[in-house]
């Protein structure tokens, strides 16, 4: 099993109920297919159109991932799983790509999100990681929400 991390909102953005999100756009491509643990980083993403894009696709900017306490977003948190079962280059996308699809070297497509039933406070890493044992046993044991 793998884990990425990414910003809030791109990061519930996979775990809404419609047009969810299919498409990470990342700078390179890697070989690995399979469980990828979603997790959302620390800071809310930089860019000013993030929250506008989100409400655009999905028709409003959900609070996934937040925590029960009440707070808005989820961050340095796992907040779910979603499979990787293809990665194209750019220049193979075509208009349907996907509407999440920007200009990239590399567009991530996964499947099946499932968001966990809380989220789960750990680092994250730049790229594609690896997480420890502990903490794919903590996601197992929590299991998902419903």
């Not at 990342?26 to 979603?38: D, E, F, K, M």
């Not at 937040?66 to 220049?91: F, N, T, Y």
């Not at 920007?102 to 966990?116: K, Q, V, Y």
Request: include cysteine; aromatic fraction near 6%.
């Amino acid at each position: 099993m793998r884990a990425l991390t990414i910003r809030q909102p791109w990061a519930g953005a996979f775990f809404a109920d419609s047009n969810a999100k299919d498409i990470e756009n990342r700078a390179q491509a890697t070989s690995y297919r399979g469980p990828v643990l979603i997790h959302a980083g620390q800071t809310l993403a930089s860019e000013p159109t993030a929250f506008s894009t989100v409400e655009r696709l999905i028709g409003r900017v959900p609070a996934i991932g937040a925590p029960r306490s009440g707070a808005q977003w989820a961050l340095g948190a796992v907040i779910g799983v979603a499979d990787l079962v293809s990665i194209h280059p750019v220049e193979e996308c075509r208009r349907s790509c996907s509407p999440w699809a920007l200009t990239a070297r590399a567009h991530l497509r996964f499947e099946n999100a499932r968001l966990l039933a809380r989220p789960l406070p750990t680092p994250g890493k730049l790229g594609l990681w690896t997480p420890d044992t502990d903490l794919v046993a903590e996601v197992k044991r929590v299991g998902w929400a419903s």
